[in-house]
């Protein structure tokens, strides 16, 4: 289990196809109504909670997105309700995902193309590592990267790290132009 806290009211922990397995959780057997996938829920956030050393405080809007992974994987983002619209990734800040096969950002790219929200973007790489820089923008785009394995990093400082030690490949357009490639 990898958690990452990206705000006050932003958790999300990344779950193994063992995992998943671990916890008899599956996305097709799941529903909200059912006592056994509340308990499995509960289950995973008072993990967390452990794993951090905090509580993953649950309160009144709370809402749990899945988005699964080729692994048989799953991320799981808690937003805990504020009152405020917080969102995964502030509108005022560079988007950094992660792959470990270009493949992946060749299908994103190509599903990211129907999508209706654009974003300039730069891809870059090392051996058998890849990343792709978005810019600012909404979060629905960073949804859809989920579901073709590719990581969001949300260390402070990914981007600026990504430019000074990845080698530059697409330096803008890479979502179009990556999709371009995809659709031949």
């Not at 994987?73 to 096969?101: A, K, R």
């Not at 974003?119 to 590592?129: K, T, V």
């Not at 792709?132 to 960073?142: N, T």
């Not at 402070?156 to 330096?171: H, K």
Request: glycine share 8%; proline share 3%; charged share 25%.
């Amino acid at each position: 289990m990898k958690i990452s806290c990206l705000s006050e009211t932003i958790t999300v922990i990344e779950l193994t196809a063992q995992e998943m397995t671990d916890y008899d959780f599956s996305f097709e057997h799941s529903d909200y109504s059912s006592a056994h996938t509340r308990r499995v829920l509960w289950s995973i956030i008072d993990e967390a909670s452990k794993i951090i050393g905090r509580e993953v405080e649950v309160t009144e809007g709370l809402e749990i997105d899945f988005l699964p992974d080729k692994s048989g994987g799953c991320m799981m983002i808690i937003s805990q309700g504020s009152g405020q619209d917080d969102s995964l990734l502030y509108q005022n800040e560079e988007t950094v995902l992660e792959g470990d096969s270009a493949d992946d950002f060749l299908d994103f790219a190509k599903a990211a193309l129907s999508s209706a929200e654009k974003r300039d973007s730069s891809f870059y790489s090392l051996p058998r590592r890849w990343r792709m820089i978005l810019s600012p923008g909404g979060e629905s785009i960073v949804r859809l990267a989920g579901e073709y394995g590719l990581r969001l990093l949300s260390e402070p400082l990914s981007a600026e790290s990504t430019r000074e030690g990845y080698c530059c490949v697409i330096p803008s357009d890479a979502l179009e132009i990556l999709g371009g490639f995809a659709t031949k």
